[in-house]
């Protein structure tokens, strides 16, 4: 089982730990309900470093980003994040995604923690296409990057 970075944090600060998509994540530290009322009322950070992370970049990334997921790419400017889906040609959906524009040449994808293997042969399944290279123009970074989110 993995483990983000910030998990001696997570025991230090008293959470109960739980097994979720492969990682030993913190479930709750005072209580669930508790915590729920006090990020609906102010805020609460975090670890979502569990997410899947591949980056995209190169002088096609914008053209296979425009066909691998379902929102307009185009209109994102650098600084901005996009809600998306893969949608699988079929009318269903492979999973759902943020993108990150960092640039006009990369982008960062953040997919769910259960479907990052999924997602990410997804990705490669259409790279050639638009001569995105797995390992150089697509990278799986999941290992290498830790987030937090600040919600409420």
Request: one cysteine or more; a negative charge; glycine letters at 10%.
């Amino acid at each position: 089982m993995k483990s983000t970075p910030f998990k001696e944090f997570h025991v230090k600060a008293g959470a109960r730990m739980v097994p979720f998509a492969g990682y030993n994540m913190p479930l709750e530290y005072t209580g669930i309900n508790d915590e729920h009322i006090l990020v609906r009322q102010g805020i609460g950070v975090f670890d979502v470093s569990h997410m899947g992370e591949l980056w995209v970049t190169g002088p096609n990334s914008l053209d296979y980003l425009q066909y691998i997921t379902s929102n307009d790419v185009s209109s994102l400017i650098e600084g901005k994040i996009q809600y998306s889906y893969f949608p699988n040609g079929r009318g269903g959906i492979v999973d759902d995604l943020l993108v990150y524009c960092f640039g006009p040449e990369k982008y960062l994808l953040v997919v769910n923690a259960s479907n990052t293997e999924k997602d990410w042969n997804w990705c490669v399944s259409h790279a050639s296409r638009f001569g995105i290279t797995p390992g150089k123009d697509l990278i799986n970074a999941s290992d290498d990057i830790a987030q937090l989110a600040v919600q409420g």
